[in-house]
T-cell receptor, first 115, second 110 residues
Framework: NAGVTQTPKFRVLKTGQSMTLLCAQD?????MYWYRQDPGMGLRLIHY???????AKGEVPDGYNVSRLKKQNFLLGLESAAPSQTSVYFC??????????????FGDGTRLSIL | RKEVEQDPGPFNVPEGATVAFNCTYS??????FFWYRQDCRKEPKLLMS???SGNEDGRFTAQLNRASQYISLLIRDSKLSDSATYLC???????????FGKGTRLHILP
């Protein structure tokens, strides 16, 4: 049971380049999330999805797009990377938040540097 | 008032000591609570859920005080391996809103 898998683990981009981060979960979770974590800022929610085919904005959505074409996958896209998007990105998944005690399970992160 | 607040620390505690963290939350409608642990450059991992009656898992005890809107984590007989950042998480259980605190850093000193 792999849990939540993120690819790639590391990436260096030049300003203006585009890329997609992939998150895959094998726990049949309805909900999936993308966070970024920066020093002193804690985890900040970028976008999330409550089910296949649905997405919603989180706290810091600008500059990112997401897609949830399959229940097990949640993609995060950067169309034109900027140095301010240098960060560690975490994906998480969970059963529906409205069903009580449902913690999130995290992938091991993607370290992204934009030069 | 921030939705979830934690003392950022760092807490520097000698090995074997007992240490406690609090986390306050602003929305009285919050329904589920968790403590996560995050090691340096690693992903957050669930440490324990927090139940209304309080709960214990080995050396770790979590408590919820709804009247004062805070949760706490107590670590007894601290080990060097307990050094990490501890994140408080509050789940509204509606509007799909889950709020992470910024974390409390704990350093256990030999």
């Amino acid at each position: 049971n792999a849990g939540v898998t993120q690819t790639p683990k590391f990436r260096v981009l030049k300003t203006g380049q585009s890329m997609t981060l992939l998150c895959a979960q094998d726990m049949n979770h309805e909900y999936m999330y993308w966070y970024r974590q920066d020093p002193g800022m804690g985890l900040r929610l970028i976008h999330y999805s409550v089910g296949e085919g649905t997405t919603a904005k989180g706290e810091v959505p600008d500059g990112y797009n997401v897609s949830r074409l399959k229940k097990q996958n949640f993609l995060l896209g950067l169309e034109s990377a900027a140095p301010s998007q240098t960060s560690v990105y975490f994906c998480a998944s969970s059963y529906p938040a409205g069903e009580g005690d449902q913690p999130q399970h995290f992938g091991d992160g993607t370290r992204l540097s934009i030069l | 008032r921030k939705e979830v607040e934690q003392d950022p620390g760092p807490f520097n505690v000698p090995e074997g000591a007992t240490v406690a963290f609090n986390c306050t939350y602003s929305n009285s409608a919050s329904q589920s609570f968790f403590w996560y642990r995050q090691d340096c450059r690693k992903e957050p991992k669930l440490l324990m859920s927090v139940y209304s009656s309080g709960n214990e898992d080995g050396r770790f005890t979590a408590q919820l005080n709804r009247a004062s809107q805070y949760i706490s984590l107590l670590i007894r007989d601290s080990k060097l391996s307990d050094s990490a950042t501890y994140l408080c998480v509050v789940n509204m259980n509606r509007d799909d809103k889950i709020i992470f605190g910024k974390g409390t850093r704990l350093h256990i000193l030999p």
